[in-house]
């Protein structure tokens, strides 16, 4: 896939991505709604694998592609939010807490911290976008925080997130005999598509209206 250079590239390239996958999903819905008693019920197993798959897989690639937009437009740090700052250390203040390091190293970490804002945001740190292959709501969270996103939106559906996608995927990935239910299926696809807009959108709209830059 190419890199998001304009607007219009990160609009067009995670409105596709979340394009095939609703499709994708919708598909297998109706196929489940039509299918007899015992191929139903592989079919609603099935759904509940793909849609945590296609919510965890747009979420890091917006996420991804959000921070592949503003890297290519290489800003100063001291001209966008303060976020973008924070993320360009927070790798290296977590390898402080796992290790032991001297005075004078911690020193010099303060000092690039302190002089860091001239520097220019030109790459994206993949780690920092990281699902951990477990997209439960504290990890949503930390994304959230990292691109910028205000979580206060997800607070209403983490029960979902964290019990009626995650939970049940991990029951069918790993082979247990789980029961979803018929009545289960219009609330499985719409809720998932559901999350998967509203954290897209949200980063459309920081594009768009360029929220990413540091408010004056």
């Known amino acids: 896939m190419s890199k998001p250079f304009t607007d219009a590239d ?3 390239q995670v409105t596709e ?5 609703i499709r994708e999903i919708s598909d297998l819905k109706v196929a489940a709604k039509r299918a007899d008693t015992g191929l139903q019920r592989v079919l609603l197993r099935a759904l509940v694998a793909i849609c945590y798959a296609h919510w965890e897989g ?12 503003v890297a290519l437009r290489k800003f100063q740090y001291k001209a966008l ?7 360009y250390f927070l790798p290296r203040l977590g390898a402080i807490s796992s290790s032991k390091i ?16 001239e520097k220019r945001f030109s790459k994206v740190n993949d780690d920092l976008i990281n699902t951990k292959s477990n997209l439960n709501s504290e990890v ?15 607070v209403e559906r983490t029960s979902f997130i964290d019990i009626f996608l995650l939970k049940r995927r991990n029951e069918v990935a790993h082979g247990e005999e789980v029961f979803v239910s018929i009545a289960d299926l219009d609330e499985l696809a719409s809720n998932t598509i559901a999350l998967m807009r509203m954290f897209s959108d949200a980063l459309e709209n920081h594009v768009v ?3 990413y830059k540091l408010r004056a």
């Open 10 to 12: 990160f609009i067009r």
């Open 17 to 21: 991505d979340r394009n095939w996958r």
């Open 58 to 69: 747009h979420v890091k690639l917006a996420a991804r592609k959000y921070m592949e937009h």
């Open 81 to 87: 939010d303060r976020q973008f700052l924070k993320n």
């Open 102 to 117: 001297n005075v004078e190293d911690r020193c010099v970490l303060l000092d690039e911290i302190l002089n860091a804002s």
């Open 140 to 154: 949503l969270q930390e994304i959230c925080l990292v691109v910028g996103i205000e979580f206060i939106g997800f």
């Open 209 to 211: 209206q360029q929220t």
